[in-house]
Nanobody
Framework: QVQLDESGGGLVQAGGSLRLSCAAS????????MAWFRQAPGKEREFVAT????????YYIDSVKGRFTISRDNTKNTVFLQMNGLKPEDMAVYYC??????????????????WGKGTLVTVSS
């Protein structure tokens, strides 16, 4: 059974930091592009960042560039999202996802093969 298990969400003040983790089981992460998405109440799920199978290439949406860092440790089947300088607009449920596809464009929701259940990030002003 394939399972992606997110952790690390919580409540943080504006300007603070959180580190999200995604532990994968039932698949070898080195065979998949990994990505983080987020969904705020009343809004569509949006792509946030992706890291290539090797971990060499990363891509971020403009609103998180310079603040968020995606990385992976394939020996541990784990992907991370380090979030610094958090803003109230970052509040959302954050989802880890895996895709067998490769793209230099941002991933669409439909491109992902597997999803975690999400972890809630709340930012107070």
């Amino acid at each position: 059974q394939v399972q992606l298990d997110e952790s690390g969400g919580g409540l943080v003040q504006a300007g603070g930091s959180l580190r999200l983790s995604c532990a994968a089981s039932g698949l070898t992460t080195s065979n998949y592009s990994m990505a983080w998405f987020r969904q705020a109440p009343g809004k569509e799920r949006e792509f946030v960042a992706t890291v290539s199978r090797s971990g060499v290439y990363t891509y971020y949406i403009d609103s998180v560039k310079g603040r968020f860092t995606i990385s992976r440790d394939n020996t541990k089947n784990t992907v991370f999202l380090q979030m610094n300088g958090l803003k109230p607009e970052d509040m959302a449920v954050y989802y880890c996802a895996a895709s067998s596809l490769v793209t230099r464009q941002r991933f669409s929701v439909g491109a992902m093969d597997y999803w975690g259940k999400g972890t809630l990030v709340t930012v107070s002003s």
